[in-house]
């Protein structure tokens, strides 16, 4: 119940193109989930963030799309650049201390 | 501010040697946790701190020890490294009434 399944593993885009990244959870005590973006050799960062109020969030070209019922959330990078290529991560918070981690999706942008 | 900072960046062990991890912040974060990272396992969480003193077990806890004597520091020790060991570790922290972890720049770790 604490999972969080995320998919794809990989994913390969044309520049400009808008890659979708999904994740699902079961715990309905989720009350925040954030995306983070991993950079090769780096820490993860805080791209995005939403709540299970709201259906979707943007934040310049990151949109999460939220659906409760479903259970599921996912992210759309719109007009993807190779700059974006990168590892990106979903997860969900209770608002305690504890973050569960999906286990990623690295993501390659064409030139 | 150097943010998180973690040393060292690298590091090689021979199975059954010992080291210790250093996790440093300078954002007066109440909260630090240890996660490993490993190709398609995400980041999986091995001990936590909740404030200064006191620490507890997070998913992955076996093999690995911590304290945190500092509100500062928070230290990652492997008594008896295993090539299992062998993963990038990121030390995170973050204020407690807020959501957003700040990670550092990962140790990445070799176990022979």
């Known amino acids: 119940q604490q999972q969080v399944k995320q998919s794809p593993q990989s994913l390969i885009v044309q520049k400009g193109g808008i890659p979708i990244i999904n994740c699902a959870y079961e715990?309905?005590?989720?009350?925040?989930f954030p995306w983070y973006q991993q950079f090769p050799g780096k820490g993860p960062a805080l791209l995005i963030a939403?709540?299970?109020?709201?259906s979707e969030k943007k934040e310049g070209r990151f949109t999460i799309s939220f659906n409760k019922s479903a259970k599921q959330f996912s992210l759309h990078i719109m007009d993807s650049q190779p700059g974006d290529s990168a590892t990106y991560f979903c997860?969900?918070?209770?608002?305690?201390?504890?973050?569960?981690f999906g286990a990623g999706t690295r993501l390659f942008v064409k030139a | 501010n150097a943010g998180v900072t973690q040393t060292p960046k690298f590091r090689v062990l021979k199975t059954g040697q010992s080291m210790t991890l250093l996790c440093a912040q300078d954002?007066?974060?109440?909260?630090m946790y240890w996660y490993r990272q490993d190709p398609g396992m995400g980041l999986r969480l091995i001990h936590y701190?909740?404030?200064?003193?006191?620490?507890a077990k997070g998913e992955v806890p076996d093999g690995y020890n911590v304290s945190r004597l500092k509100k500062q520091n928070f230290l990652l020790g492997l008594e008896s490294a295993a090539p299992s060991q062998t993963s990038v570790y990121f030390c995170?922290?973050?204020?407690?009434?807020?959501?957003?972890?700040?990670f550092g720049p990962g140790t990445r770790l070799t176990v022979l």
């Open positions: 997860a969900a918070n209770t608002g305690g201390f504890k973050t569960i």
């Open positions: 954002m007066n974060h109440e909260y």
């Open positions: 701190s909740v404030g200064e003193g006191t620490t």
């Open positions: 995170a922290s973050k204020m407690r009434r807020d959501n957003e972890q700040f």
């Open positions: 715990n309905t005590a989720f009350d925040y």
């Open positions: 939403i709540r299970p109020d709201v």
